[in-house]
């Protein structure tokens, strides 16, 4: 058995921290995990997207329509890898966007978050402020730990919850354990409502 498992965001969000964090807790857990990742100008906002398989599996990469989970770090990029999906995957939103310049500009269109939703009717879709939970937890960069949270409760992920803790407090500083155990359990509480 494996879980296909895709996080999408854009570069400065912690992506490739939390999908590490994950690799680690699968491990932890005595489970295989595989992971690749593609990023494009991360450090300039650019796409970034990690591939996860945990489980019975020979290669890091998703399939179109192999995905069990969607991490979406933005919305727009939670949309564009959609097609990863399989019709019962879950997709965690965070429903905060992050306009690209061109968008900004007025050079593009960057659709609402209500027409990205509205989109993503019929699958189990897990809209979550968490950029709004980080702020409130005291840092917007933990967002990516709100969003660990958040993947803890849904039903199909493989891991049990203290291994993620314990991979969250072995990757990140001490110093701010505190804080990235509260934005976690916030990121949990929401998607248990």
Excluded: C, W
């Excluded at 329509?65 to 979406?72: F, N, P």
């Excluded at 209500?114 to 709004?132: C, D, F, R, S, W």
């Excluded at 203290?162 to 407090?169: S, T």
């Amino acid at each position: 058995m494996k879980t296909g498992i895709v996080f999408a965001g854009v570069g400065g969000q912690g992506v490739l921290t939390a999908s590490s964090i994950l690799g680690v807790a699968a491990l932890k857990a005595g489970m295989n995990v595989i992971m690749s990742e593609v990023h494009g100008m991360a450090q300039r906002g650019g796409v970034v997207v990690t591939e996860m398989n945990i489980g019975d599996a020979h290669s890091p990469l998703v399939g179109d329509g192999e995905a069990d989970i969607i991490v979406g770090f933005e919305p727009v990029e939670a949309y564009r890898v959609l097609h990863k999906a399989h019709p019962n995957a879950h997709i965690l939103v965070n429903t905060e966007p992050i306009v690209p310049i061109t968008a900004s500009l007025g050079n593009a269109n960057y659709p609402s978050v209500e027409e990205i939703l509205k989109n993503m009717e019929g699958l189990n879709v897990h809209p979550l402020e968490a950029t709004q939970i980080a702020r409130d937890v005291g840092n917007v960069i933990t967002m990516n730990i709100v969003m660990l949270g958040a993947l803890s409760e849904i039903p199909v992920f493989p891991i049990e919850k203290e291994y993620l803790v314990e991979a969250i407090k072995e990757r990140i500083p001490a110093k701010h354990h505190e804080i990235n155990m509260r934005a976690f359990e916030l990121g949990a509480k929401a998607v248990k409502k």
